[in-house]
């Protein structure tokens, strides 16, 4: 393995011992460790530069606004950005989504309308697009999943007509891992004259993302999962549309005049930005994307991929076990879910905790995708630069256990199906 052993020695937090066991971190699906140089980079802000920022004329007041637009600058080099005003920052992916919803959705969306989304969305890509749908007047059509966790594209193909907006889709699933072809589903969403919104809070952490390359016109992102403080992430969209999008919050530093009944707005990504932003957050999301950069996004990729090649070879071993999404490593990360015939999801994680082990169970936020699979809940560990065969060792260790402990009969509720 070709990260993971070295790189656990940069994050502080996996040093712990949870219950006298060395902590096996495997939810980074939901947030991702910090390297030390993201701590520090907080301190040394707090320390030395701490101070408002697109306002003071004072040092540290420059200073701050310096290093919060380098992290800007950071970031949007990072995402392949024309520039860096393309990138707004916000707390994460589901502010981002938000934004565009209540933004570009609002204003180009009418009655009769259609918002193309999948079956394999995060709420977080769903539910603003049905509180726009709903003030709207629109209707949201859904891309089928298939059995074997992909997007049914033929589908996809098929929904696409004259009323269709906007397309919003998950570049990674959070709960099957897939990796879905933006590509041809952005190729396709443009020739029926829609915008494609691509929610990349698990592909951004993970793997190279270059947004041109992509043919996406808007891209969340959440600065959290991909070893940046949390309260961080951002929007990336063409600049043109930011141009043409009404602003999302009203407030200070985003006006260039005030008058009694209207104002006038600074120019993107300022427009986006009111009241005081997350200055040391992001400024230490620039830092983790400097230390991403480092080892490099191929590296990390590559590390992942044959890690999710060992899990998923493990798991085969376990009796009961079963993995949902796909098997073939080259549309799939290493986000990996699966359920077990002798006990309900909570009560692996329960039993793996009692271990050390931290995976995370539930509906992951995306219930249609597991109704889809007959599925309340399940099981998943999630895999980031910092894990080994060791972690996956121990789970797999823990997942016997859990057979010991519930025994080998079929739990009722364990899997549905
Ligand atoms: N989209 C996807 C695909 C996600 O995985 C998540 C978070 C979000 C959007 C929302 O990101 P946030 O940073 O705004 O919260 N996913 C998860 C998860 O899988 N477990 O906890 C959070």
Redesign the pocket.
Known sequence: MALGPHVRDDFPLLQRHIHGRRLVYLDS??TSQKPRAVLDALLRYYQESNANVHRGIYRIAEEATAAYEAARATVAAFLGAGRPEEVVFT?????ALNLVAATWGRTRVGPGDEIVLTEME?H??IVPWQLVAAERGARLRYVPVTDEGRLDLEAFDRLLGPRTRIVAV?HQ??VLGTVNPIPRIAERAHAAGAVVVV?A??SVPHQPVDVRALGADFLAF?G??MLGPTGT?GLWARYELLEAMPPYHGGGEMIALVEPDRSTYKAPPHKFEAGTPNIADSIALGAAVDYLRAIGLEAVAAHERELTAYTLERLREVPGVRVLGPLDLRDRGGAISFTMDVAHPHDVAQVLDGEGIAV?AGH??AQLLHRRFGLAASARASLHLYNTTDDIDALVAGLYLVRRVFGRAPHPAADPR
């Open positions: 699906a939901a707390r994460g992916t589901t502010e995060h977080s890509n998950t699933s959070n929610d809070a698990q959440s959290h999962k992430g995370r992951h936020c």
